[in-house]
């Protein structure tokens, strides 16, 4: 069998990249709830607040090393995988990336290590002040790495010489046409997706009758904030779909399944995309549905995949479900935050069982929903790796196959072990609870504190 | 401009990579001395020692790495395909290095794997970069500014010297690391440690040394034609003299001297091979200004980093500041 080393070269970034953003989803949003936290307790001098902000630093401890490594894999392979894209694309995309590591990731690293490791050393403030630099930093991180992907997407600010971009004007580089939408769209994603984690372990925790204080904390504070950001979601999400018809329009087209521009587009709810007949099967659909939220008008109009060749169409079938899903899921995100408060106004809130029961199940759909939305994304731009400039078959480094092949393998293996692992870790920190030593301060003169989750996790065991 | 820019992007680099080597190279070495502690409260004290710091020591392969894709991205379009093996496995490494951190501190019954993790990690990512660095020595195939070698070039007799050399060195700055920061018999032990792996580090640095100026016409022209030698003769003697001096501070029972003393070592290593191999990023064919980046794209980025790293090497220093002091004997669990 030949292997294809474009194909391996791309399953095994889809992979790792699949991979790393899981953490980032999560520690964006945690590290912002942690800093709210201890605020909160600063301000409040209520000790549960703490309580509950040291039991999700030891969460957020481990979700970030997990984060940190298969993020340094990732800042390796544009050049082992993708040496072309590296050379093609560098002098725009690289400063993006320097900015990123000199911005952020030092930020969130040292700052961590005093948040985990300075409870007995720094004054208040600086602790509280550490929680709010390591959030900054996580979202400094998410602003640089969505620029340099939304350059991918909708390039500006720079030209073209013997097929290298060269920057122009900086200002258009970072600010490109999409990155404000995407950067709202997947910061707003992080702390929806978080929101979700939290509800489900305060909802696991009133399920279980233990940690009731802390429980309805979380749950109210996730619950509050779902209501406003889901719907903002909705908006950021339609505004971000606007734009990408704009300068995109094939990914729409993808994303909608819509083969010909000529005719106003139908929503299809469901169907089968048949790329050879270059038409829907089984389409279940809301007639002329696209073309009123894409144009805002029954009978508008927009492109259709045959209005380009077909190989410089994405392929439909993964952009079409995966956008499904997501759209899906911000839905339902949409109906658990407006039903919550409901029931909170109603004060029944703590006692709906089936609702938290729900809840307690339904922590890892905003995973789900950032993973199909990246799916949209990525896999829409192609067969562009950088729309317009370079195609993803022409970006690859001179690798073998079988080199790319048995690396992707070992990748699978590695981070199956690692991710196994740190699931089940995370889980035990959860079913511990914020109590005793993961909570607590170390005793004043005890010297240097100790390691930051070991003590809770020998509690736990 | 054209022309000095590459060189000050050299020198970033080149300072990022040298503070990479120095900080994850004594934590890389605590995890190679993982293996001879004799109880989990010694294995727990001295990951103790830096549990703080990890983290940040690791960013500095991200800016090293990072840092060279901005700033000669032919560089780094030659060297990641050409070391593909070696970088690969030395990140996969890494991954079970960094989360072992964390993952011990939790597990129980599973805490022996990820001490082998801790431990196998380190040295596989510390061998991993010594057969990179040795390849890079020795010279990568290059033709139209792209990689056109086979997927093991990397991997000769000369970069395995190097990769143990590495090794020895690693394992140098963490056993000195541990007479610094840790009390009771780990650091009593690590005082022997550091003497075996001290005389390890320079007779590797010897045959590295001797090997390369004959086996590399470059070198040995070089080191050895007039005038360079009349310049260059104090480096290989001031090695000598603070590895003689280091071994004097192990023998006086001094706890702090031979860290600083090893980094010391380290850098005069690192200075003999700029010296070997400059002005070459991807020996023998491509200079810094071959793989430079657009000027605009240097100092677009130059701007940032002269501003943001003093701000980071301040708190940086902060937070080795703040946890200054020796983690006791015991001091795993409260």
Known sequence: ?461 | MEWYLPLIWAGVIGTAVALYVILDGFDLGLGLLFPFTRSESERDQIVRTIAPFWDGNETWLVLGGGGLFVAFPWAYAVIMPAFYIPVITMLLALVFRGVAFEFRHIAKSSKKYWNFAFWAGSLVATLSQGFVLGGLIQGVKVENRAFAGGAFDWATPFALVCALGLTAGYGLLGATWLMMKAEGPVAERARGQAKVMLAAVMILMGIVSLWTPLAFERIAERWFSTPNIFLLWPVPVAAVLLAWATWHWLDAGRDVLPFFASVGLFFLGYFGLVISSFPYLVPPSLTVWDTAAHPSSQIFMLVGTLIMLPIILTYTAYSYWLFRGKVPEGQGYH
């Open chain 1, 1 to 461: 069998m030949e292997l294809d080393p474009v194909m391996l070269a791309r399953l095994q970034f889809a992979f790792t990249i699949s991979f790393h953003i899981i953490f980032p989803s999560f520690t964006i949003g945690l590290s912002a709830y942690i800093a709210t936290l201890e605020v909160l307790w600063s301000a409040t001098g209520r000790d549960h607040f703490k309580r509950i902000a040291r039991f999700w630093t030891k969460i957020f401890a481990v979700s970030f090393a997990m984060g940190v490594v298969s993020g340094i894999v990732l800042s390796y392979q544009f050049g082992t995988n993708w040496s072309r894209f590296s050379v093609v694309t560098g002098n725009v995309i690289g400063p993006l990336i320097g900015y990123e590591v000199l911005t952020a990731f030092f930020l969130e690293a040292t700052f961590l290590g005093i948040l985990l490791f300075g409870g007995d050393r720094v004054p208040r403030w600086l602790h509280v002040t550490s929680a709010i630099l390591v959030a900054i930093g996580t979202a400094t991180s998410a602003f640089w790495i969505l620029s340099a992907n939304s350059w991918m997407q909708t390039p500006a600010g720079h030209e073209i010489r013997d097929g290298i971009a060269y920057p122009v004007d900086w200002w258009k580089i970072v600010f490109n046409p999409s990155f404000p939408y995407r950067f709202a769209h997947m910061l707003n994603a992080a702390y929806l997706t978080t929101a979700f984690c939290v509800l489900a372990v305060g909802a696991r925790y009133l399920l279980g009758n233990r940690h009731e204080e802390e429980g309805r904390t979380m749950i109210r504070m996730a619950v509050g904030l779902l209501a406003i950001l889901a719907p903002l979601q909705l908006f950021i999400g339609d505004q971000h779909g606007l734009n990408t018809l704009k300068y995109q329009p094939i990914k729409i087209a993808a994303m909608e399944a819509h083969w010909d521009g000529s005719e106003p587009g139908d929503f299809n709810i469901i169907a089968w995309p048949d790329e050879k007949e270059e038409r829907n099967r089984f389409a279940i659909s809301i007639p002329r549905g696209a073309s009123l939220i894409l144009t805002h008008k029954l009978d508008g109009l927009f492109p259709g995949l045959k209005s380009v060749p077909p190989q410089d169409r994405p392929p439909v079938w993964s952009v079409f479900y995966a956008f499904r899903v997501m759209v899906g899921i911000g839905l339902l995100m949409i109906a658990a935050g407006l039903f919550g408060v409901w029931l909170w106004w109603r004060g029944r809130l703590f006692t709906t069982r089936w609702y938290l029961k729900a809840a307690s199940w339904g922590w890892w759909i905003g995973f789900v929903a950032v993973l199909s939305g990246w799916l949209v994304t990525e896999s829409g731009r192609q067969p562009w790796v950088a729309y317009g400039i370079l195609r993803t078959a022409d970006a690859t480094s001179p690798v073998l196959a079988i080199n790319i092949a048995q690396t992707l393998a070992l990748f699978v293996l590695v981070y199956g072990v690692v991710f196994g692992a740190g699931i089940y870790y995370i889980n035990r920190l959860i079913e511990h609870g914020p109590v005793g030593a993961a909570v607590e301060d170390p005793e004043p003169g005890a010297g240097p504190p100790i390691g930051a989750a070991e003590a809770a996790g020998r509690e736990a065991l």
